[in-house]
Structures are given as structure tokens and as C-alpha cells.
């Protein structure tokens, strides 16, 4: 199926069935609520097909270019039919599966999670392992078949609600730092995981730590060779950094509509509002350019930390001038649109923090992008 | 133009511009066909030229030429063509009562014909006015970058034929099409400062190792490569939706990421880049002028934001 064809079918069956897809809760509504609604607009999008194109045929996809997914995420988020943080989950795990995990297993979990069936959960960052990601020491010992997992995860989104996890291990020596690392699929509900929920600064359980008391886990659950972590690592957030925050930008632009809508015109001031809009429609431009390189079969890289930069300064962009026209709202507001405007802009204040820092993203440009060689 | 032709015509403007400067660039662009392109893609003409001019800190008449093509008067070649005033991006000239007043700006070729093009406002139309050179008062301005061959140009009751009127819209598209080239232009100069700094940083050592080691000038480079990024996204994107509020769009954020180059890269090449022995100071000039032609970036950027705050309407974005 080409764009333009998904396009105009997709706007149209969204159109007839607004009354299903609209939430059932008011307002921004509670994590769980948001997570019911996540799963319903999955699964009635999977069953009409259109949460299929985009993925290989191999993993119940029907095919096609990932830009039919991409329109997929920014057409629900326009709509306000999801919440654009945990949809991004599936653009970031997916392809990860899709890359490193065995045939069969990608066949038989990949359309679970499109499907929204099931949650999936991305365990990378520790208590003290944030940054520098290649220190991490959660360990995973082979006995016979299993990987025998013990220690700590945290940060880890949604991982209550998670099935599975794509996770982190460390199963070399624990100097081997980024050679010592493997990947596994692991699920949630194996008897030694326990999982405690923790309240961000926006209002929400949104992550947890996970703590793994010699969890065992099949060797046919490894995401690549024992020993490969690293590269699925490195593989996996360049989409966290660029594809799957496409939907994010339409989210963006959406609010700032609805910032434009209500705000008294002596709270905006007139250059921080040009800044904040040119800033929006570049990185608008920059992901469109990424979303077509990817499409013509490129692989993604360094280059995508500019894409996560430029995201992430035009989400508190956004969310600054929120404060400043809405500053009423955001602050003493009790109303559920008061607190939808306050909960996302404490969450903009994630967003030069998750994913990588503004600081890893800005180290990565000096070392890949402009050779500037160690610093050290 | 395909990707082969382009990579050519790229090669060829590329050495134009490191062997040439002012007149003589001029006659180069001549010999080797810029203006056909110009007519035939000029996308590509446009980006590839005023990118490479900026990478080299070369001046030429090209920006005139871009202003004429865009105003549809591509027969007109003989004639030199007026640009908008010192920071401004409305017409040079108006005519109030019949009468003609100009302030505007040329660049390396003005004066050097007879005749000029000069589109003038009247009353709510713009019509684009043939004048004598010699009717107009020149001043060849030294200023911050002597080398772009800067003319400020003046007149009062100057006399003039109508050679046309404009569409509503054609003005206002023809600045549009101008500050895409002057976009490029910063970007390419943007990119050369960026080269410097970074090869100095990877030369120069201090406390034992080069100072591309510190992370503050590691970020630093690194912000000015999201600068610039930034503005060539918007820059091809513009190109593709054509529309003159993008282009101003582009404009600001080229400006922008241009100065804040000029800002970072200073600071990594501390003392050798204050000196005149090292050519990062014509890009500093360059980027210090460009950034004023046709409306600076915070200029820019203020329009936007009021016609925002009265539309209420953000446009829409680029599909994907
Ligand atoms: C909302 C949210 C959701 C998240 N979801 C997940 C998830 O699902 N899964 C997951 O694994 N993780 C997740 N994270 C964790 C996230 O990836 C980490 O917070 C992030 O990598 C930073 O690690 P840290 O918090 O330990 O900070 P630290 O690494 O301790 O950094 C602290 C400060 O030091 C700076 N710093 C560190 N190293 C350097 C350096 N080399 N150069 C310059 N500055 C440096 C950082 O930039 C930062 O400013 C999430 C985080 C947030 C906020």
C-alpha cells in the first residue's frame, strides 16, 4: 500500500469510528486509564490492518514502508486517541525484535504487542548505571538451558504493566564492560521478578524498579549471540531517538494549537512563540528526512542523537511557553484541563533525560559526528 | 538535475568560488551556466551556490540575480536589481504622490550598468520600476565585511518607468526565494567555522592534551552542528512547500545557528581566531551582515510570533 492511499483510508476509518476509539475516561485521565486505551486503539488498529503495514509480513505485518507506520502514530496522536509516551514503546521495542531475536520467537511475540495484547518493557538503566550504560551489572549466569538472572533495574517504564522485558545483562567479567553484555527476552511474569512501582514528578507510577532474584530464563530467549548486548543496544536507541518520537512532533504541534487557542495574548511573548514554532517545524523537517532515510533501507545511527537534541529542546520549548501563558493554569488550576497542562509540563522537564541525556546526546555528536576523538 | 549532474555542477561552483571573488565570481557564474540553472532547477541552483559562496566567504551578484529571477524578470538581464533596505524585507522603493523614494542595497555589480530594477510599493501594489543608476545616489560601503562589495543606495524623487505590477503575492514570494539563498549562504559559512574551530581544536593542546578533550568545547561544537543542522532541515523543507512564511522560518533559524556558530567557534579558537591571520574573521563578518539582509533572524522570528498571536492558527506542517 502506498502513503497517500493509507493516508486517505486510515483519516477515513478513523472518522467512522471515532465513537469507539474516543477514550472512555475525562481529561488526561489516570496511567491505567491511559494504558486500557492504549491497548483498545491497538488492537481494534491491528485488527483493521492498519497497525499492521509498516512490519515485515514474518512478524504478522503486512508489509509495506515504515511510513505507513509512522502515519499511523501521528494520525492517533493528532486525534488525541493515545498518550504519545507509551505508544512510542512499540517503535522502540519492536524493531529490536525484529533485528536480533530468533525467527520463531519474533514471529510468535512480535503481533502481541502490536496487537496491544501485551505491554513490553525496555530494562536497561540501574541504580548505578544511568549514562554510562556499558557499567551495568545486572547478572545473567548460564546453568545448563536458563540464564540465571540476579540483581536491579530501575527507571524501567511501564514495567508493571509489562509482559516482557527486553533486558540488559551483564554476562562477562565484570570489567568486560560493552564486550561482556548480552540481551534477553524476558518474561514478566517468571517466578523471582518483583516490581515496585515509583511516582514521577508529573503524578504518575510511569516507571519501576524491577528487581530479579535468580530469575531463570531460556537460552532461546538471547536477543543476538551471548556477548552481542552492546550492539542491540546501540542498534535499538537510535530509533528510541529519532523514528519513534515522529508522533511525538505532531503531539507537540497539537498543544501549541491548543496553548494559541486560550492563552491571553499579553502572557505569550511574541519572539519566544516565533522561536518555539520554527523550532517545532525543523524538527518536523529533520524527522521527516529521518523517517524517508530509513524507508529507502539506511540504517540509523549517531546522526539521530540531532533528532533527539532537537526533540527534546522543542518539547520544553513548548512546555516553557505553556508556563508562561497558562503560568494560572499550570499552577494553581484544579480543573482536568489545568491539570493536563501542569502533568505535561512536569513531564517536558523528562525530556533531555530520558533516552539519553542532553549531555550523552551532545558527547555522541562530538565523538561520531565531528571526530573530535576521545575525551579523555 | 540528477544526482551525477548535480555533484558536477557542485565541483564547478565549488572552484568558482575558492578562485573568485566579487566581479570576477561573477563572470565565472556566466561561463559556467548558473544562470540557465537558475532558471531550469532553481533549488538546486540556488542551495548548491550561496551554500558553497558561504563555505568560502566569496561575494557576488547572485543574490540580485535570485531577487530578479523570483520577480519573473529573467528578460531583464541587463540591469542591476535593488535590494530591500539594511534589515528590512519590504520593498526598496515606494512611490508616494507619484514620486519615487529609495532605500535599498545592491551588492558588487550596482552601478556598474546604467539601468536598475527596483520594485517599489504603491499605495497597496508592488510594481517592479526601471531607473537610471545615475538618478540614484551609491555609497560603496566598507563597514564590518568590506569584502562583500556592499552598496547602500539612495534616492529621492527619482524618476522611473513601470515595467510591471506584481500579483498580491509577489513580493512577498520573491523575499521568500531570497532568504532560502541567504539561508544557504549562512549555512555554508556556518559549516567553514565549524571546520576551523574543529580542526583546531584537534591541533591545539593545552594541559598536556588537545583541547578538543574538554567536554566544554566538545559541546560547544556540538551545539553549533545542531544549529546548523537545524536550519538546513527547515532550509530543504521550505523549498518543498514553497511558501514565503517557511522561508522567513528558515531565514531566522539559518541566522540563528550561523551567529550562535560564530559565538562557539570564537571561543574555541580563542586568540588565533581574533587575528586577521586566520580567516575565521570573514566568516564572522560575513555571517554578522548576511544575518541583516532581508530581515534578521530576531526580526524574523518577532513577525512570526505577532502574526501568530493574531491569527491564533499555527500553519500546518509539512505532511509527511
Ligand atoms: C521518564 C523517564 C523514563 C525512563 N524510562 C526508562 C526505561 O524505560 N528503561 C530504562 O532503562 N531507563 C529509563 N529511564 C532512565 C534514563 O535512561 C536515565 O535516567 C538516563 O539514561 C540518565 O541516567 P541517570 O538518571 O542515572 O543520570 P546520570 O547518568 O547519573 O546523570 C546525571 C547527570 O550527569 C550527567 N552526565 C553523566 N555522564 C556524563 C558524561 N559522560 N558527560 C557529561 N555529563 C554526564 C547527565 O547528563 C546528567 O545531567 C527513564 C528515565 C526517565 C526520566
Redesign the interface.
Known sequence: MELDEYRASLDDWLERNTHVLTPDHDGIGTLDDQMAQLSKVKRLAFEAGWMRWGWPERVGGLGGSILLRAYLGEALTSRDLVEPGIYSMTEVLAPTMIDYAPLDLAASMVPKLLSGEETWCQGFSEPATGSNLAALSCRATRDGDVWRISGQKVWTSLAQYADRCVLLTRTGSSESAHTGITALFVDMGSPGITVRPIETMHGVPEFSEVFFDDVAVPLDRTLGEEGQGWSVAMDLLPFERSTALWHRVAYLHRRLQSLLDVAPAHLLDSVALGEVTQLLYALRARSRATQYRVAAGEKLGPETSIDKVLVASAEQAVFDLVGAGLGEEVIMGDDPSSDRWRREYLYSRAATIYGGTAEIQRNIIARRLLDLGSDR | MDAADREIFKASLLHAVRGHTGSALDAALDDLGWHEALTLDAETAVSLLFEVQGTASASSSAIGEVLRFALGLDGHHKSDVVLPAFGRWETPGKIVDGSLSVRGLGIVSMGDRPRTLIAATVNDMVAVLDVMAADLVLRHVGGVDPRLGLVQVVGDGVPFNVLTELEPTGWSTAVGVSQLALGHELVGAARTM?ELA?QH??ARIQFG??I????SI??R???T??GI???E??L??AWVDQSPV?AG?AK??AGRGARAAARHCQQVLAGIGFTTEHSFHHYVRRVFVLDQLFGTA?A???????Q??SS????A??P?
Open positions: 565549524l574543529r581544536a584537534l592534551k588537545p578538543s578533550a574538554f567536554q566538545r559541546h561544537l556540538a551545539d552542528l545542531v543542522e537545524t536550519a532541515s527547515m530543504r523543507a517557511t522560518m531566522a533559524l530576531s524574523l522570528t518577532g513577525e512570526l510570533g505577532n501568530l498571536l491564533r492558527q499555527l500553519m506542517m509539512p509527511l
